[in-house]
């Protein structure tokens, strides 16, 4: 059983480098599969009230993949999109790293597949296991690479159809989880300052609270215990990412957080004291999309005018294992 954390100290100034690394992200893209499925329709199948879904998630529809979509196909048009806004060849990458939990086959990884549909044929590509931290992981590595100038550009993905994994007579799940893909590309910058350290967590202990077995292979969450640590890891991680940076609260523009259901981003946003228009809600149109929400959430935010060269944007992200993390970035390129 894990022990829900109460009130955070900061860390020590000696824990976390301040300042930035050199990476910065360029540009952001996403793509949903075509079906739409309401709040109305899962409750009118479950048997639940009017209303009873988004009450308690903020979720009123929510994309869900055909038998015939491929994660792949989703993945390869959300990097298409970010790579042709930050005007960049795929022939140009050289890292392409996937974050999902439901990749199309076991083997191969899905990180191949989209470097080859992409035509990134100098780009070494893998897949990252982090649930639903996992574009925030994969984040860490592509900028990682950049800031040690091991490589120049990288594409990060986060992809999931959890509808493929969802017990569809299950409540608690079947009333959450949706598809996506959405995509971020990085490049170095001739500025320092553009994408802040990334800490993560991780806590083996919060395991039997969210997961999938080998047999039968349907989600399972115990929802009060995962909404109780979801709020206060993200508001821990994000105390941590802004002092990292060297920044206050009042000086991040946006907040984007994993978007696992309406009710945790009101609490991390209560407990943080932010007001509510600086942090991003777009659960109620595409549900929990795993680790596709931060990247289809800014996404979102970009296509809205919600991102201006120069602002600094949080990200936070909580998951299965269980594990977390956050990070500021500095939107746009110099």
Not at 127 to 147: H, K, N, P, R, Y
Request: aromatic share 4%.
């Amino acid at each position: 059983m894990s022990t829900t954390i109460g009130p955070v100290p900061l860390p020590d100034a000696l824990e976390y480098p301040r300042g930035f690394g050199g990476a910065a992200m360029a540009s952001v893209g996403g793509s949903l599969p075509e079906r739409t499925v309401s709040s109305a329709e899962i409750e009118a199948r479950l048997g639940l009230a009017e209303d009873w879904i988004s009450r308690r998630t903020g979720i009123r529809e929510r994309r869900i993949a055909g038998p015939d979509e491929r994660l792949t196909q989703h993945a390869v048009a959300a990097a298409r999109q970010a790579l042709e806004r930050a005007e960049l060849d795929p022939q140009e990458l050289d890292l392409v790293l996937v974050a999902t939990t439901t990749a199309d086959e076991v083997l191969p990884n899905a990180a191949p597949l989209v470097a080859h549909e992409l035509g990134a044929v100098t780009a070494g590509a893998f897949d990252v296991g982090a649930a639903c931290t996992g574009f925030l992981s994969g984040l860490a590595v592509g900028a990682g690479q950049i800031d040690s100038g091991r490589a120049s550009t990288a594409l990060v993905i986060g992809a999931d159809f959890m509808s493929r994994i969802t017990d569809p007579g299950d409540r608690s799940t079947a009333s959450v989880f949706a598809d996506g893909a959405g995509a971020a590309v990085l490049v170095a910058s001739a500025e320092r300052g553009r994408i802040g350290p990334v800490v993560l967590g991780a806590d083996g202990a919060g395991a039997v609270h969210i997961r999938v077995e080998r047999v039968d292979p349907k989600i399972e969450m115990a929802g009060h215990e995962t909404f109780k640590e979801a709020v206060a890891r993200l508001a821990q991680a994000s105390q941590q990412a802004m002092f990292a940076a060297g920044l206050k609260l009042d000086e991040i523009d946006l907040f984007v957080y994993h978007q696992a259901n309406g009710r945790i981003l009101s609490a991390v946003a209560e407990r943080l004291g932010l007001p509510e228009e600086r942090v991003v809600d777009c659960i109620g149109e595409h549900g929990n999309t795993s680790a596709a929400t931060l990247p289809l959430a800014l996404a979102h935010s970009y296509e809205h005018g919600r991102l201006h060269d120069g602002d600094r944007v949080l990200l936070g992200a909580f998951g299965a294992g269980f594990t977390w993390g956050a990070t500021v970035i500095e939107w746009g390129v110099q």
